[in-house]
């Protein structure tokens, strides 16, 4: 029997659905429109392509979007100064710092300028801080692994017990996940490049998280049948079958993976819709802040 396949695309429709409606109520009742910012730091293509799918996001929510860039060889100062003039802006309740920067920023103390309240990236040293502790909230949550968290109660998992692996160890989502199954009282076990037998440990997990960004790696020998298993990565494949000669893949091997587990996101069409839904709603969450200010 096939899992049920949890549908990011959908979720997030509905959720935006439901951030508009919050939106217009603002603008109605409050006279507040919430908005963000986007720096954007020389012309990587990815970087560029993902700016514009925010703008228009954020346009259909009635959010305010302000874009910002920055030439490659922008300095530490510049991107440290604009990033403190939106800080001090009442209009941008956001303010989002597009990754990667280019290799001469210093992307912590970039991260770290982030005005925390308007950190809705949540990447800000504090609130990933207060994520890692125990008894304490972030701010915001970053939005690629609030997405998944979100993905994982829509689906019904049941995640307080359960035993968790997280494939993967970035700061941008495998660790910061793995502290929100934790903060969600599962047991947690991250893995990486040097875990040994990872068949073996994803095997063990009743929620897998795959964020690891390599091409259909997971295959159904390693999934615990009826596991849930949310699917992190996006990459890019040739195919010489497909009209543009490629196509896009997560880090499972979703045609076998699906006989196994017992519901699965797919790529695309699982997480990627969930993340910039996220940075919307932590955007309105912001704006609102400012009202009881």
Known sequence: MSAKIIDGGAIAKEMRQEIAAEVEQLR?????TPGIATVLVGENPASQSYVRMKSRACEKAGILSFGHYLPEEATQEEVEGLIHDLSADPTVHGILVQLPLPSHLDEEAILGSVALEKDVDGFHPINIGRL???????????????GCMVLLEKAGAQIEGAEAVVLGRSNIVGLPVAMLLLHANATVTICHSRTKDLPAVCRKAGILVAAVGRPEMVKADWVKPGAYVIDVGSNKVDDPTAEKGY???????????????????????????????????????AAKRTLAD
């Open 132 to 146: 890692a502790m125990k008894g304490r909230e972030p701010l915001f949550i970053p939005c690629t692994p609030y």
């Open 28 to 32: 109605a009742e409050q006279g507040l």
């Open 247 to 285: 196509r896009w893949v997560g880090d499972v091997a979703f045609d076998e993976v699906k006989e196994v587990a017992g519901a699965i996101t797919p790529s695309p069409g699982g997480v990627g819709p969930m993340t910039i839904t996220m940075l919307l709603k932590n955007t309105v969450t």
